[in-house]
């Protein structure tokens, strides 16, 4: 996670962001601090990536690259505005030991915000902020199968708006945010699906964090808590509506680093 120290709506570059909303520092300051102890309430470790000045969304640590055991595969950013966090979390992960390895850089792509681990399977998203070619080389570095689904509603411009993987059965999915192709991949993928509507996708449901058998959300209409509570999970909503200026929620916010992909699966 990265402190919200220089957040701000600074530009455009989502449905989401408009200039002209003011962030109240104090109150972002005040819900990454709940979103950082309920983690770690929950059981996590929270790691801390010092805050640069000039990169608002630097915050949005989902977005830096995609973690595979000791190696890290950076973004390669599509909107200019954001290119300059890369060099921060390389340095980060190159001084914890982390092999970085690259995409080639005529391709796009936004790490875990567009690629979420179900399994030995790493689906990701494309269209609105990463490249479909780029998924092949992803497959290529991290040795992970690949699987492609298009993005279809620009207000869920990254894959963790629309699919929350729960555990090795179920995951939280926005099928509306996908092309018909994409979601078929994701039926023949998980076995059990907790399908939401479209305010409850639009509430960022699916942008939550999953911690053991915590549930971290944003926002949790009652309907949603019944069928988590139902196969055994704890609800915790996070209040986080400084960082919905931006169009991120809980998951935006974090980076898991316990991830391996490949045969023997993702934890």
Known sequence: MCPPEHFGVLYEINPWMHREVLVDADAARQQWENLKATLEQAGAHVEVLPPARDLPDL??????GVVNGSQFVPSRFMHPERRGEVPHYVAWFEE???TVDWLPDHVHHEGAGDALPFGSVLLSGYRFRSDAASHAYLSRLTGAAVRSVELADERLYHLD????????????????????YGRRV???????????????TLAFCANSVVVNSTVVMPSCPPPV???LEACGFDVVVCNVDEFLKAGGACRCLTLA??????P????
């Open 186 to 200: 994701v039926e023949a993928l998980v076995p059990e699906l907790l399908v939401l509507d479209t305010d409850q």
């Open 257 to 262: 680093l316990d991830v391996t992909l490949g």
């Open 225 to 227: 808590g019944r069928q």
């Open 161 to 180: 708006l629309t699919f929350c993987p729960l555990d090795e059965r179920r995951a939280m999915v926005a099928p509306e945010g996908w092309d018909r």
């Open 96 to 98: 914890r030991g982390f």
């Open 59 to 64: 915050v949005f640590t989902a977005n830096a």
């Open 264 to 267: 023997q699966g993702a934890r």
